[in-house]
């Protein structure tokens, strides 16, 4: 993966996926005490930066019959609308206790859901099967050269749109799951604005990356569930990830999930956007943890805005006006 | 006003305003029945496309002390950030039983709020004294060419985003108060993408403009208060705006409140865009009222989202998953 892939797979995706604006609210701006951008990325087709790598992986495809992905979130909806736009079939293994509507919208997408019984059947083994029987092709959620290039376009344009607003210097805070979205930006923000430096922002135990890369190497999470942030609750860093952030990141910022909580209050009334949980940690990180960002401007990448109801009238409720 | 006014303001907004994305979802267009695309002004500085025009207007002052405006909603943070952006003093007109969070942000975006008793004094009176006194300028709300040109800098963007979505044909929606940004858009599409044809949206019950392209001439609305849609209840078409509207554009389409509020709620969901109910009726119009509308594909402007709590959590109650 380097920055060549990214700027092919934004050749790929453009007029396609959505160049996601740039907003910032001086309301913001003052509990910060710095100038915030958030990187509007829920307004991304689907509801999340995933369609980007979804597209830029499915329109790579050389010859299959179609794809396969496991998901229960993001990831499905994004394989599912760009292999549909593709003409290709899409098989999505689903847990089949997801919620009834991502089940939904997966299949409204087009896709084929297949769900499985978490406690006793082994979702890899049922889609190694299919993959071989239908000649589908794996679309992994970060650990895929094509799926980070796709997810670093959000970095090629972070660029443009932070120069034009005079910000060549700063931190740039990144939702942090597996570190696709994160490797991907960081790369090319890299060649592109090489004063731009990319800080993984992760809930409160669920801070592998922050501990990786203060380690050095892959640590785990003690846990799989127990935050709002079901989005950016990966293990471990990936292997194709971590080795990227590991050289271009700074540190990691952890974030409690109440300020999640408050951040997408915030969203709402003062940028008009919607935003889940784990969407909007890294703005809770800009607004609630400036004493470990620097500079006189910080951007944060708002990754998506698939939530469900309750969990957004609860942010509403206990934070809003 | 002409194109080259509006070109003109484009210039002036360039990195000041935000470009607003043109948004699209795969379950907009199955409710349609076509293909549904939304220009969403929600997402604009201040919350609403009125900051386009007041930035407009500010930006060609050529010597004045200050601004003034009479507004208790959108138009009056539009003037206030971009007064105070030019470091110039703003004086915001309001009727003291104004929303108190609108007197507050009108405030907390550096405006002076003089509060007026709407039953015994005149808003006029208290501003031409204000305005001779301290030589401020006034900025009308629609009547006023730069504020026009301003807003119709959303057109040229709109002629540009359609484009590269392959539309050069079709309706294009706006939700329709005094009509400035419906005006505006429809000069900008005039000359930049002639197949497209602007329909004013508006309320039930506040059809003014509707009514006026219908008959030819002014026509009033009979009530002044009575629909949620607040930021779009003016009593008729503006001087300058009508003869505009009366050139360009196709029949106006009159929206029930309810539908506003589903509007509101799909556009959570479906788009992650917060929307008040005034910035939502072209939306409404797109998904409900189809069958008064020509193409394969419609584009909505949805012009505002500064919503307040109770309203936007009945929107997601009533109408939500």
């Known amino acids: ?52 790598g979804a597209w830029s992986a499915v329109s790579a495809l050389k010859n299959a019959g179609g794809v396969i992905a496991f998901s229960s979130g993001n990831h499905a909806q994004g394989v599912a ?120 922002v992760e809930p409160d135990g669920f801070d592998d990356v922050t501990r990786s890369l203060a380690s050095g190497g892959w640590e785990n999470n003690n846990q799989a569930t127990g935050s709002i942030c079901d989005a950016i609750l990966t293990p471990s860093p990936g292997q194709l990830t971590f080795p990227i952030m590991q050289r271009l990141c700074g540190p990691g910022i952890v974030v409690p999930d109440e300020d999640c909580l408050r951040a997408m209050a915030l969203a709402w009334s003062r940028l008009k956007v919607v935003l889940e949980p784990g969407g909007a940690i890294s703005l809770a990180a800009a607004l609630f943890h400036g004493d470990q960002i620097e500079g006189e401007a910080v951007i944060a990448v708002a990754s998506g805005g698939n939530v469900d109801q309750p969990m957004f009238e609860k942010a509403l409720t206990e934070y809003g006006q």
């Open 1 to 52: 993966m380097n920055i060549d892939m990214i700027r092919a797979a934004a050749g790929r995706i453009q007029g396609h996926a959505n160049r996601t604006p740039l907003l910032s609210s001086p309301f913001l701006d003052d509990i910060a005490g710095r100038r915030v951008f958030v990187k509007a990325e829920a307004l991304q087709k689907t509801g999340s930066f995933k369609f980007r």
């Open 81 to 200: 609308l760009a292999a549909k736009a593709h003409g290709l079939p899409a098989v999505i293994i689903m847990p089949s206790d997801a919620p009834a509507m991502k089940i939904e919208n997966t299949r409204a997408l087009g896709a084929e859901v297949v769900l499985y019984d978490r406690a006793n059947e082994s979702r890899e083994t049922i889609g190694e099967a299919l993959a071989a029987e239908r000649d589908l092709h794996l679309i992994r959620p970060f650990d895929d050269s094509h799926v980070i290039a796709g997810q670093g376009t959000t970095g090629l344009e972070i660029a443009q749109q932070a120069a034009e607003q005079g910000v060549t210097e700063g931190d740039v805070l990144v939702c942090c799951g597996g570190g696709g979205l994160t490797a991907g930006i960081a790369t090319a923000l890299e060649a592109d604005a090489p004063g731009l430096r990319v800080r993984p």
